[in-house]
T-cell receptor, first 112, second 115 residues
């Protein structure tokens, strides 16, 4: 089955700086790659996603890049703010009736 | 946007009893629903996939007789944890997928504590 690796497990950045979280996946059949933000005690919230026919997608301060050949995708957050502090998960899916395989998560800490 | 409602948000039960968790898609028809389990400070692990009107498909290592899943309609799936034990204490999260869509919408999760 699919295996998703995520790094780093913890990331601390100064407010206003950029944060980058990286993930790799193992199954070349995966074609949908979402990123979720999870706050303590809550369900994951989709922040951005990308499909395998696209190399990059941006939504204001958040961007995701996908390299299908290398089977890795990254989340980029610019101009970080205190409210960006949370646990972020990457995931991969083959679509259809396939569920999501999640990475282990990154605890992002924004230092004031 | 698509909304998934999950209830209850928290439940405490005695060891040996059963607990039912509901997951409803409020404004769309969910042909497929997914159930995940998340232990503290860990990732979400897929437990099972349910399609409306058919038996759920369980991931390897998940006991189907312990975690009963019913997906009786296009807007409701339930997970029943039978004969719960303290090791079943976890955060259970459902997710629904709209027909024809790539996206997954998650519920807010249920914190189960078995004492």
């Amino acid at each position: 089955g699919e295996n998703v690796e995520q790094h780093p497990s913890t990331l601390s950045v100064q407010e206003g700086d950029s944060a980058v979280i990286k993930c790799t996946y193992s199954d070349s059949a995966s074609n949908y790659f979402p990123w979720y933000k999870q706050e303590l005690g809550k369900g994951p919230q989709l922040i951005i996603d990308i499909r395998s026919n696209v190399g990059e997608k941006k939504d204001q301060r958040i961007a995701v890049t996908l390299n299908k050949t290398a089977k890795h995708f990254s989340l980029h957050i610019t101009e970080t703010q205190p409210e960006d502090s949370a646990v972020y998960f990457c995931a991969a899916s083959m679509g259809g009736a396939d569920g999501l395989t999640f990475g282990k998560g990154t605890h992002l800490i924004i230092q004031p | 946007g698509a909304v998934v409602s999950q209830h209850p948000s928290r439940v405490i039960c005695k060891s040996g009893t059963s607990v039912k968790i509901e997951c409803r898609s409020l404004d769309f028809q969910a042909t497929t629903m997914f159930w995940y389990r998340q232990f503290p400070k860990q990732s979400l692990m897929l437990m099972a996939t349910s399609n409306e009107g058919s038996k759920a498909t369980y991931e390897q290592g998940v006991e189907k007789d312990k975690f009963l899943i019913n997906h009786a309609s296009l807007t409701l799936s339930t997970l029943t944890v039978t004969s719960a034990h303290p090791e079943d204490s976890s955060f259970y999260i459902c997710s629904a997928r709209m027909q024809g869509s790539d996206g997954y919408t998650f519920g807010s999760g249920t914190r189960l504590t078995v004492v």
